[in-house]
C-alpha cells in the first residue's frame, strides 16, 4: 500500500482554500471582538456588589461553560431560524459578503457566548487580583464606582490577564472548525470539500493545517504586540497610582 | 440590603440551592414560552429514545456511557503521555526537551477536530507509507488516539507547571541527605508536583468530556451523535436538543464543581 503524493492539487482548487480562510478570519474577528465586550460586561457584572446582577452573571458563566460548543451550535441552528427572528443580521450578512446566513451566524453567536464566558472568568480573575486600595483612591479623588472601574480598575485588570485572554482568543480561532459541522465553508470544511473531490484529504490536510498554524502564530504576535505598546502606558499610569 | 443577602444566603445554603433552581426552572420556562412555545416534550423524548441517548443499543456501548467511558480512557492514556511529555519538556537535557516542545506546541496550536480527521483518515495512510503495513483502525480507537494525542499535549504543561512550582530547595534538600537525582527527583518532587496538579486534571477532565462530542465528525455513537440520530428520524430539534444540554450541563457542572472543591482542599494542606 502505497500513496503518492501530488501537490498540484493545492494549486487547482486554491480558490476554495482562499475562500475557506477568508472564511475562518471573518467568524475569529468577529468572534473575538464580541467575545472581548461581552466577556468584559459579564466579568464586570460578576465582581459586582449587587447581589442579584453577581448572581445572573453567575449564571451566564456556569450555564455557557459546561455546555459542549458543538451542543450550542446544533441547538442554536437547528431551533431557530435567526435572520427570521433578527432581520438586520441579513444586512450584516449581506456586507461580510456571505451566502449562508444562518449557518454563519449560529456558529458565530455559539462561539462568541462560549469564548465570553472564559473571558468573563479571566476578567473577574483581573479584578480581584488588584488591591482594594485601587478602587479606595479612586474613590477618595472623587470619581464615582463607574469611572472608577473605566479609568482606573479595568485597564489594570486587563493588565494582568491579557495573557489567558490571549489564549482564549486562540482556542476561538481553533473552535471555529467546529462550524463545519453545520455548514459554514471554513476551512476544515474545505478540507473535506477538496478530500471528496480529489481522494487528496491528506494534502488539503498538510495545508490546511500549516494555515491554522500561522493564523494562531499571527494572532499571539498581534496580541503581545498590543500588550507592549498600548498596555505599556496602562502600567506606568499604575505605577504612578499606586 | 445586598449585604445582607449575602450573608443570609451564606449562612442558609440549603434556601440557596433552592431560590437557585427556582430561578433556572423559571428562566427556562420562559424562555422557551418566548422562543418555542409549540415544544412537545413528552412525545419527543419518550423512554426507549431516552434510553438509545444514554446507554445505545442493547447489544454494544454507546451514549452517554461511552462519553464517559471515551473520557476515562483517554484521561488515564493522556495522564501517562502528558506526565511522560512534560517531565521531558522540563527537563534540560535538549534531545527530551526539544522534540517534547515541538509535539506539545503543535497540538496546542491544532484544532481539535482537525486532529481527529488526520488520525481518522491520516494515520493509517501514514502506517502504509512508513511500516508497509496495512491498519485498519475502528473510529472508536482512531477517537481515542486522537484525544490521548492533544490531551497529553495540555497534560504536560500542567505537569510542567507543577514541577517548576516546586521550590529548588527541595531538590537540595533531598541531596543533602544523600539521595541521587533520580532519587530525589521521584521521591521528593514527583509526589508534590502531583498533588498540586490534581485540580487542574479534574478540570481538564471536565473540557476532556465536552470535547467528547466532536466525535461526532467520525461517526462515534456516542451522547450527541445518539441524539442527532434521534434528531435526523423525528426532527424535533429543539426538545432533543435541550435535552443533551441539560445532561451535559449537570455532568460538566458537577464535575467542575467537584474540581473546585478539590482546589481549596489542595491549597488548605500545601498552606498547612
Known sequence: MTYEFDWMVLITYKQLLIDGFLMTLKLSIIGIFFSFLIGSFVGLLRVSSNFMLSLSGTYYVEFFRNIPLIVQMFFIYFSFTLTDA??????????????????????????ITYTSTYVAEAVRAGIQSLPKG????????????????????????????????TSQFLNLIKNSSLAMTIGVAELTFQT?????????????????????????????YVMSFIDKYALVKVKSEAGAVS | MNDKLHIFFAK????????????IIVLAKSFQLIAYPNADFSSALTMDRIYFML??????????????????????????GGSILGIARWSEIKIFSI????????????????????????????????????????ALTSAIIAFTLFESAHIAEIVRAGLNSIPKGQFEAAKTLGMNSWQAFIYIILPQAYRRMIPSIVSQFVSLFKDTSLVY????????????????????????????????FLCAFTLSKIAGQLEKKVEKQINS
Open chain 2, 99 to 138: 522534540p517534547a516542545t515541538l509535539f506539545i506546541e503543535l497540538f496546542r496550536a491544532l484544532p481539535h477536530i482537525m486532529v481527529i480527521f488526520w488520525v481518522f483518515f491520516a494515520l493509517p495512510i501514514f502506517f502504509g507509507l512508513v511500516f508497509n503495513m496495512k491498519v485498519t483502525s475502528s
Open chain 2, 12 to 23: 442558609h445554603k440549603v434556601l440557596f440551592i433552592l431560590l437557585n433552581l427556582t430561578y
Open chain 2, 217 to 248: 465528525v467520525i461517526g462515534v455513537v456516542e451522547f450527541f451523535r445518539a441524539a442527532t440520530i434521534i434528531n435526523n428520524r423525528i426532527y424535533m430539534s429543539f426538545e432533543i436538543l435541550s435535552f443533551i444540554a441539560i445532561i451535559y
Open chain 1, 134 to 165: 485601587q478602587m479606595e483612591a479612586a474613590k477618595t479623588i472623587g470619581m464615582n464606582y463607574y469611572q472608577a472601574m473605566y479609568y482606573v480598575v479595568f485597564p489594570q485588570a486587563i493588565k494582568i490577564v491579557w495573557g489567558p485572554i
Open chain 2, 55 to 80: 446507554f445505545g443499543l442493547d447489544d454494544q456501548i454507546g451514549g452517554l456511557l461511552l462519553t464517559f467511558y471515551l473520557a476515562f480512557v483517554a484521561i488515564i492514556l493522556s495522564f501517562i
Open chain 1, 192 to 220: 473535506q470539500e477538496i478530500d471528496s473531490l480529489t481522494f487528496r484529504g491528506f494534502e488539503a490536510a498538510t495545508a490546511v493545517t500549516i494555515l491554522y498554524l500561522s493564523l494562531t502564530l499571527a494572532t499571539a
Open chain 1, 86 to 111: 433578527f432581520p438586520i443580521l441579513v444586512t450584516f450578512g449581506n456586507f461580510l459578503g456571505l451566502e449562508n446566513h444562518n449557518e454563519f451566524f449560529s456558529a458565530l453567536i455559539a462561539l
